[in-house]
């Protein structure tokens, strides 16, 4: 593995490397040891183009528990604003002696354009492209659903909300086909969903009653109203009661369901606070766990493998 840029096309075998990696990672963490000096020495760049908490905080955390150093470019504050290129940043940074590059970018493909670009022996993470693909979180959302509910072929797994914009489900259904989920569902308006979407190996729902009897996961998304230009969109309220997350629609679901979210959360609009703050929400576990699977994933592509 030298860069990370998608969970399409990996093989079963080496998600689930990834995903043991973290384990040690994640046991790590959850006894208090601070830092290992996996990549002492490297030199990790964290370079987002667009707004980040979880991602772009966990990652510096992760770099920093594996002892590398970390710079943190503020798009915002950096020549960027001045007109300078993706490509003339990049040649900057790595004439810095660098190794990894973290990217997050409203352009799909730029990760896979810097991956393109940089030197031999640096390293490329996406960190989020535009729509197309968030590796990191779908992994470390396959973490989640391991650690509660073991065997991804006896699952049901539903993704309810805004599909068509969002990389972070692109993603997922991706993972959970690699690793042979029993049942991946969508569950959306029709205006919210790619054309051919079942292509993916999906179940598609248009009613979140429906969507949601009898599966062991359910997966909400918000509504990226920053991706939308022309879609028709539903009121707030209007979708709250259309595709919110209740207690009562919980119901539906299994007893043990898991209730996840990528983050951030828009409460009363695809998720109702009591269901997001409630016993079966893995939400903040979810961020948790972020920090080992980006772990794993940075000592991979540096070529060390474990705790
Ligand atoms: N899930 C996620 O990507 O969150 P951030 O935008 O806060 O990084």
Do not use: W
Not at 112 to 129: K, Q, T
Not at 222 to 235: G, I, N, V
């Amino acid at each position: 593995l030298r860069h990370l840029l998608t969970v399409e096309g990996l093989s079963r075998e080496l998600l689930t490397e990834i995903l043991d990696n973290a384990e040690s990672f994640a046991n790590m963490n959850e006894k208090a040891v601070k830092k290992v000096p996996l990549l002492r020495g490297k030199t990790v760049v964290n370079l987002f183009f667009e707004a980040s908490t979880r991602t772009r905080t966990t990652f510096e955390l992760a770099a920093k528990r594996l002892s590398a150093d970390v710079l943190n470019i503020n798009v915002s504050t950096s020549a960027a604003v001045k007109g300078e290129s993706l490509l003339d940043t990049l040649r900057n940074l790595e004439a810095m002696n660098v190794d990894m590059f973290v990217v997050r970018h409203q352009q799909s493909g730029a990760a896979h354009f810097m991956a393109r670009h940089v030197e031999p022996g640096i390293s490329v993470l996406n960190a989020g492209d535009g729509r197309h693909a968030h590796p990191t979180q779908a992994l470390l959302d396959m973490f989640t659903i391991r650690r509660f509910k073991g065997d991804f072929t006896r699952l049901k797994v539903a993704i309810v909300g805004d599909i068509l914009h969002s990389r972070v489900a692109r993603s997922q259904i991706h993972a959970l086909n690699i690793l042979q989920t029993g049942e991946v569902r969508v569950v959306a308006p029709r205006s919210l969903l790619p054309a051919h979407v079942a292509d993916l190996g999906v179940h598609v729902f248009h009613n979140l009653e429906q969507g949601l009897r009898d599966v062991d996961v359910v997966i909400m998304l918000r509504l990226q109203r920053e991706r939308m230009e022309h879609a028709h969109l539903p009121s707030e309220h209007e979708y709250f009661q259309l595709f919110g997350l209740t207690r009562r629609r919980l119901h539906l679901a299994t007893p043990g369901c898991l209730v996840m979210h990528p983050g951030p959360a828009n409460r009363g609009v695809e998720i109702d606070s009591a269901v997001a703050d409630g016993a079966q929400s893995v939400i903040l576990q979810q961020v948790t766990f972020g920090i080992a699977v980006r772990m794993a994933v940075m000592s991979m592509v540096m070529g060390v493998r474990s705790a």
